[in-house]
């Protein structure tokens, strides 16, 4: 059986858990299986030499900041495999140019694009555990780029997709994926099962435990992927299809601190005015998440919407510069916001579930400013104070709703 295990920084952070590691590693590699193993970057090696680029250039080209970060991975993986033979066992490690990781162009947010298999099946052969960088590819003009932060992830789901791997296990700190956040949530809980389409929303709702292009992948190529502690043996979550997910109303809810509200004030009512503002905004390549419009009175309108916080500044910039192509008469913003979402398979079959997470806000007084509904999520909007509160009182409320469907 061909296996792929990644391993993210703090399942590598020092020398004791790099040993810790090598020995699991050696361990699968017993049973007879091929082991294509990736690595992270040490700890918070990568923030390290963000910080160490910024303070000699505030402003360095993106071409040599992925030149530096790509270091942190190729440390990772010569350590290992130097702890590999010293456990007495053949290793090699390999960097993106020695496999030959095809990404595009984008420095810092470079998309993987192909992956030859030729040298990996060629150590394969030759009984070698073969450990590559993560986070790391090769450009068209042979330049190193990295795939955006916590991109190893990705790294190893595209090599477990091109090597046909019967499995890829992402090893981190945490055993598993949770209904919410256990440091904040209490009574939050492990999940045995979770489809690659709830996975993929948790991700992008900033979920932080898989990379979200590493989800979209997996689903593509329909990698058996499993999440699970490099620090135990706990069985962690198994990411898969739909289909075969346990029945849950709900697997999981999520807090975005990351996101401001803006309203556009009196804008014309007619024809093509969310046209002209939400095409300003793609062409900077700000995402509106949440999006609400008044119905039109005396011929005018507000249009209110959801960005990152990121993005806040440039966005009130681009609508002022505009303001005479627009038309509207003001602009208004509020930061103290937060974004509470849940997310399950179940949701677009059981309306009680929306209308029980608006009676859990209710019940801790959360007033909820906007919301927004697909066929797998629910989001609200609500201020920033109320965020820890609101989302116990959700969480509790919709797991026992869980419990009470799968009883
Ligand atoms: N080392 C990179 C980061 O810190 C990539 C990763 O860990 O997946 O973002
Ligand atoms: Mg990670």
């Known amino acids: 059986m061909l296996i792929v295990q ?91 140019n020695q496999v030959k990781i095809e990404s595009s162009g984008i420095y810092g947010n470079a998309r993987i694009k192909n992956i030859a298999t030729s040298r990996i099946k060629l150590e394969l052969e030759k009984r070698n555990i073969v450990i590559i960088t993560g986070f790391q590819g090769i450009n068209n003009f042979g330049d190193i780029t990295t795939l955006g932060r916590g991109g190893s992830d990705t790294t190893a789901v595209a090599l477990a997709a091109s090597l046909n791997a019967q499995l890829c296990e992402i090893y981190t700190d945490v055993d598993g994926i949770y209904t919410a956040d256990p440091r904040i949530i209490k009574n939050a809980c492990k999940l045995e099962e979770i489809s690659y389409d709830e996975m993929l929303e948790l991700a992008s709702l900033g979920a932080k435990v898989l990379h979200n292009r590493s989800v979209e992948l997996a689903k593509k190529y329909n990698v058996k992927l499993v999440v699970r502690s490099s620090l135990t043996v706990a069985k962690g979550t198994l990411v898969r299809e739909e289909s075969k997910v346990e029945k849950m109303l709900v697997s999981g809810l999520a807090l975005d601190k990351d996101v401001s509200r803006i309203t556009v004030v009196g804008i014309k009512d007619m024809p093509g005015m969310a046209f002209k503002v939400f095409s300003l905004l793609a062409k900077e390549n700000i995402v509106a998440d949440i999006i609400i419009q008044s119905v039109g009175s005396m011929r005018l309108k507000d249009i209110s919407f959801t960005i990152k916080r990121t993005d806040l500044e440039n966005t009130l910039y681009i609508l002022e510069k505009n303001k ?26 059981n309306p009680s579930i929306a209308a029980k997470m608006f009676e859990a806000l209710y019940d801790v007084g959360t007033n909820i400013r906007m919301i927004s509904t697909s066929e797998i999520k629910i989001s609200v909007l609500i201020d920033a104070g109320d965020s820890e509160r609101a989302a116990q009182s959700v969480h509790d409320k919709l797991m026992e709703e869980n419990i009470n469907l799968n009883l």
């Not at 602009?331 to 949701?347: C, F, M, P, R």
């Open 6 to 96: 990644k391993f993210g920084g703090s399942s590598v952070a020092n020398k004791e858990r790099i040993l810790n590691v090598a020995n699991r590693i050696v361990e699968e590699y017993k049973k007879g299986n091929d082991v294509v193993v990736v690595l992270s970057a040490q700890g918070d090696t990568t923030d390290l030499l963000i910080e160490k680029a910024l303070d000699i250039n505030p402003k360095p080209s993106k071409r040599e900041l992925d030149m530096l970060l790509s270091t942190g991975e190729q440390q990772s993986v010569a350590l290992m495999s130097m702890a590999i033979h010293k456990l007495g066992y053949p290793s090699v490690s390999l960097n993106a």
């Open 324 to 349: 005479d192509f627009l038309g509207h008469d003001s602009v208004n913003y509020d930061s103290s916001v937060v974004k509470l979402s849940v997310v399950g398979a179940g949701i677009a079959s």
